[in-house]
């Protein structure tokens, strides 16, 4: 359920929103962070944050960020505090750009806000945060600042924050339009499946509990401007997507489970051929990787992917899902095990 209207702008961005009224107002808003099963890897636009390809992706129940706006016409700036630290530097510009946008489009350049974010999951998780974060902000943003936007309209504006952030919108299974339009209008996400429709797990076994090194959009930019394998991982991406949809569709975890290893490893191939080379995994992601092909030659059916850093992602049904955890917990250098369900995409809490 969103709040803030269903209906929205039915041209957005393009449409100037409200002039809102300016009085002080909080509006809390909740997101699961998501897993690409199919992944979004180099843009097609940096400023718009336009991917090149699609993506489809799974957002998780219980991993999620609860995030409080309030936009004060007393403050003379933004402010962000994250797990219950005050931000700045680069954290906070992200946010200040991300509400400049919504102020562009609320009519308000001088309304400031201050944003209050927790995540119910580890930072070093291998869990995106920024996908939770910024679906959770745009959500409460919007509304905060008078924005009547619909699902679509939302996920295009979630997308300018971090692009799995698009996704994030909705629950179950997702996909991202890369979209044609230069202005990115058509760059969105909608929802395949509702999280109560195919009840997989997903096992997470972090790997270290280090903060990675190279972020995903300097990672994407070296990729995307210097592997050799780039084009022809961008050009076998649109019949992953197609498999990968109808598997979901049709619920054959076979299918989905073989696309989703494929589509991954063909991304960090292209990584590692890049100049100088990308290299996300430790020593104990190709442990975890071996562990999931060992419990698949022995009969259960668990597939993985791996996003921008060295942790392993292992799909599987609810009833393997016991199993596999205790089969990972058992790799040596796993810190942890996290099992996740499919959820609900992002809510607003309050409006007070
Ligand atoms: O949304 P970003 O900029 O954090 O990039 C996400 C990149 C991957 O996690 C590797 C793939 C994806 O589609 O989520």
Same mark, same amino acid.
């Given at each position: 359920m969103l709040g $803030?209207?269903?209906?929205?702008?039915?041209?957005? %961005?393009?449409?100037?929103?409200c002039s809102m009224e300016l009085r002080k107002r909080t509006v809390v808003a909740r997101a699961g962070t998501n897993i690409a099963l199919v992944k979004y890897w180099g843009k097609r636009d940096q400023e718009l944050n336009l991917p090149r390809t699609g993506s489809i992706s799974v957002t998780l129940a219980g991993l999620e960020t609860v995030t409080s706006i309030t936009v004060d016409p007393a403050l003379e700036q933004d402010h962000f505090e994250l797990d219950g630290r005050v931000e700045r530097g680069l954290p906070l510009g992200r946010v200040v750009r991300f509400l400049e946008i919504v102020r562009g489009l609320a009519?308000?350049?001088?309304?400031?806000?201050?944003?209050?974010?927790?995540?119910?999951? %580890?930072?070093?998780?291998g869990l995106a945060s920024s996908a939770s974060g910024f679906a959770a902000l745009a959500c409460a943003a919007a509304s905060a600042y008078g924005l009547d936007l619909g699902p679509a309209e939302l996920s295009a504006l979630a997308r300018r924050g971090? $692009?799995?952030?698009?996704?994030?919108?909705? &629950?179950?299974?997702?996909?991202?339009? %890369? &979209?044609v339009a230069p202005d990115g209008k058509d760059a969105r996400a909608h929802q395949l499946l509702p999280p109560s429709e195919w009840p997989l797990r997903l096992v997470v076994a972090v790997t270290t509990e280090a903060p990675k090194e190279v972020s995903s959009t300097a990672g994407m930019a070296l990729t995307n401007d210097t592997s050799p394998f780039y084009e022809a991982w961008v050009a076998s991406h649109s019949v992953?997507? /197609? /498999?990968?949809?109808?598997?979901?569709?049709?619920?054959?975890? /076979?299918?989905l $489970?073989?696309?989703m290893e494929r589509n991954c490893l063909g991304m960090h191939a292209c990584m590692l051929a890049s100049r100088p080379p990308l290299l996300y995994w430790n020593e104990t992601t190709v442990a975890v990787i071996r562990a999931v092909w060992g419990l698949r030659a022995r009969g259960t059916p668990v597939w993985f992917t791996i996003d921008a850093g060295p942790h392993v992602k292992a799909l599987c049904t609810p009833e393997a899902a016991t199993r596999v955890r205790a089969a990972l917990d058992a790799v040596p250098g796993v810190?942890?095990?996290?099992?996740?369900?499919?959820? /609900?995409?992002?809510?607003?809490?309050?409006t007070p």
């Open positions: $803030g209207g269903q209906q929205g702008l039915s041209a957005f %961005p393009f449409v100037a929103g009519g308000t350049p001088r309304l400031f806000a201050r944003v209050v974010s927790r995540n119910s999951f %580890p930072t070093a998780s971090s $692009g799995s952030a698009a996704r994030s919108i909705f &629950g179950g299974f997702v996909e991202m339009e %890369p &979209g992953d997507l /197609e /498999e990968a949809r109808l598997a979901i569709i049709g619920r054959d975890l /076979e299918v $489970g073989t696309v810190v942890r095990t996290i099992v996740a369900a499919p959820g /609900e995409g992002v809510r607003v809490e309050t």
